[in-house]
C-alpha cells in the first residue's frame, strides 16, 4: 500500500510502539511480538515529514496520486503471473465461472461464523508477503476466477514463503465457502499441510485454534506459545537468521495474534500469567471505550464528512449506472434484477459500518448488465464518464481520509486510549478503498471496451481539493 500519505502503518506503529513503552515492565514471551516496533517506529517517523509534504502538494495541485498509486498496487496484484482458471475446479465445485462472482458474494456476507474463524475479513493483512496479502484482499473485495486461480496456484509453488501463505489464505476461503468446497474437510487438510511450518499466518492459526478448541482440544498454553514464536518471526527475517533475510509484509501489523492474546486473557480466568498482563488489559478495555465514543462523535468530525461525501458520490455512480441500464431495450426488467439485490443486500447481517458499502456486488450486477447492452448513444456514454468521475472522486476522498485520521490520532499521544479510538475507521477505510480501486478499473476497462473515454483526470483532481476544502470539523 505504496500511496503517498500518512499511512495505516505509522499510525498503528505509533500505538504499539507507546504500548511497548508502557509495558516494558512485563516480563512475559506473548509480548515479544512487540518486540521490533519501536525501531520501525524510528524509521516511520522521519518518513512522515516526507510523506506530509507529498500530501500537502497533492492538495495544492488537487492530486488523486495517493488512491492512484495505492490502486496500482492492488489492481496489479497478479504482477506477471500466468493464470490457469482450470484449477478451481480442483478446489471449489464452480462448474460455471461466470457464475464464480455471485456465489462467493453471497457466502461473503456470512460474518462471525466463530471464535476461532470470525470470518475471511478478520484475516486481512496477516500474511508474510505482500504479493498474497494483495491478492486475498483483492478477492475478497471483487471475487474473479483468475484472483482465485493464482491463489491456488502459489499455494502449489516451491516458494518457501509464498506457498505457505497461498496454502492459509484457501483455508480461511474454504473455511468461509464449506459449500462451495470440493469437502467440507478441505481447509483442514489444506492446513494440515502447512501446519509444522515456522510462519507468521500458520503459527496465527494454530493459535487460535488452540485457544478456542473448536476444532480440537483446547490448550492455552501451546496458543501461547504459538503466539510468543508468531511474534518474533518479523525481527528473525530481518536480521536473516539461517543466513537468509525474508521478506514479512508491511501491512501485516500481528494483530491477529494481538487479538488473540488479548480475548485469551480477558476470558480465561485461569490463563498462564494473567496477573502479568492485567496492565495491558486495562488498556485495552480503555481502548474499546474511546473508540465507542469516537464512533459515536465520528459524524461530526471532519472524516466523518468526507466518508459521508465519499457515500453520496458512490450512491450517485449506481444510480447513472442504473438510469444508462434503464435507456436500452429491456433495461426496466434489468433493473427489476437490480433492485431484488439491492432488498437483498439490505437485510445482510452484519455490524454496522463506518464507511456504507461500496456495493461491489451491485456494481458487479451492473457491469454484467452492460456487458449485454448493445451500442451507446452519446448520452448513454456521457452518463458512463460522469459516473466514473463519481467513483475516482469518492477514491480519493477515501484516500485523503488517511491522513486525517493521522491528525486525530497524533494529536492525542499523550493518551494511548484517545490515540487508538480512530482505528477501527482506519480498518474499513482500508477495505472501502480496496474495493474502490477495484471496481473504478472494472469500469475503466469496460468503459475502453466501447471506446468511451476515461473522465478528464485534472478536472476530477479539481473537484477532489475544491470539495477537500469545504470540511469542517
Not at 247 to 271: G, S
Request: charged fraction near 25%; aromatic fraction near 8%.
Amino acid at each position: 500500500m505504496n500511496f503517498l500519505i500518512i499511512r495505516r502503518s505509522v499510525a498503528k506503529h505509533c500505538f504499539l510502539c507507546i504500548l511497548l513503552v508502557i509495558l516494558a515492565g512485563i516480563q512475559t514471551p506473548a509480548l515479544a511480538q512487540f518486540g521490533n516496533l519501536l525501531k520501525q517506529l524510528e524509521k516511520a517517523v522521519p518518513q512522515q515529514s516526507a510523506q506530509n509534504q507529498q500530501v500537502s502538494s497533492n492538495r495544492r495541485s488537487g492530486g488523486l496520486v495517493p488512491s492512484e498509486k495505492w490502486c496500482q498496487v492492488t489492481t496489479g496484484s497478479l504482477g506477471k503471473l500466468k493464470v490457469d482458471t482450470s484449477v478451481i475446479a480442483s478446489e471449489f465445485k464452480i462448474v460455471d465461472l461466470d457464475s464464480l462472482q455471485d456465489d462467493f458474494r453471497k457466502v461473503f456476507l456470512k460474518s462471525e461464523i466463530n471464535k476461532t474463524f470470525p470470518g475471511v475479513g478478520f484475516f486481512r493483512a496477516s500474511f508474510e508477503t505482500e504479493r498474497v496479502r494483495a491478492i486475498y484482499d483483492t478477492f475478497l473485495g471483487f471475487p474473479e476466477p483468475a484472483t482465485l486461480a493464482a491463489l491456488i496456484q502459489l499455494s502449489r509453488s516451491n516458494d518457501p514463503q509464498e506457498r505457505p501463505d497461498a496454502v492459509m489464505a484457501l483455508t480461511f476461503i474454504h473455511l468461509q465457502a464449506q459449500e462451495l468446497s470440493v469437502n467440507k474437510d478441505r481447509w483442514w487438510q489444506l492446513f494440515q499441510s502447512v501446519k509444522d511450518e515456522v510462519h507468521y499466518t500458520v503459527l496465527s492459526f494454530k493459535a487460535r485454534l488452540n485457544a478456542y478448541g473448536e476444532y480440537g482440544p483446547k490448550n492455552l498454553p501451546q496458543a501461547l506459545a504459538d503466539i510468543s514464536r508468531a511474534g518474533g518471526l518479523q525481527n528473525n527475517y530481518s536480521l536473516g537468521e539461517g543466513g537468509v533475510k525474508k521478506e514479512f509484509d508491511t501491512q501485516n501489523y500481528q494483530m491477529v495474534t494481538q487479538f488473540t492474546a488479548f480475548d485469551i486473557f480477558r476470558n480465561e480466568p485461569n490463563a498462564p500469567s494473567r496477573r502479568q498482563w492485567e496492565p495491558l488489559m486495562k488498556i485495552v478495555l480503555e481502548i474499546e471505550k474511546e473508540q465507542e465514543d469516537f464512533a459515536k462523535r465520528l459524524p461530526n468530525t471532519r472524516v466523518g464528512s468526507m466518508y459521508a461525501e465519499a457515500n453520496k458520490l458512490n450512491l450517485e455512480s449506481v444510480k447513472l449506472g442504473d438510469e444508462i441500464i434503464r435507456r436500452t431495450q429491456g433495461g426496466n426488467q434489468l433493473l427489476g434484477a437490480l433492485e431484488s439485490l439491492k432488498s437483498l443486500r439490505s437485510t445482510a447481517p452484519g455490524d454496522k459500518p463506518v464507511f456504507e458499502d461500496i456495493s461491489a456486488d451491485i456494481q458487479a450486477e451492473q457491469l454484467k448488465m452492460f456487458a449485454k447492452l448493445g451500442t451507446l448513444d452519446i448520452e448513454q456514454k456521457q452518463l458512463l464518464i460522469k459516473a466514473q468521475e463519481r467513483r475516482l472522486l469518492a477514491q480519493g476522498i477515501i484516500a485523503q481520509s488517511y491522513g486525517e485520521l493521522f491528525r486525530l490520532m497524533t494529536s492525542n499521544m499523550s493518551s494511548i486510549p484517545k490515540m487508538a479510538a480512530p482505528l477501527p475507521a482506519l480498518t474499513q477505510a482500508n477495505n472501502a478503498l480496496i474495493q474502490s480501486c477495484i471496481i473504478s478499473s472494472k469500469w475503466e476497462q469496460a468503459m475502453r471496451a466501447r471506446d468511451v473515454p476515461k473522465p478528464d483526470i485534472k478536472k476530477t483532481e479539481a473537484m477532489v481539493s475544491d470539495l477537500q476544502s469545504r470540511y469542517k470539523d
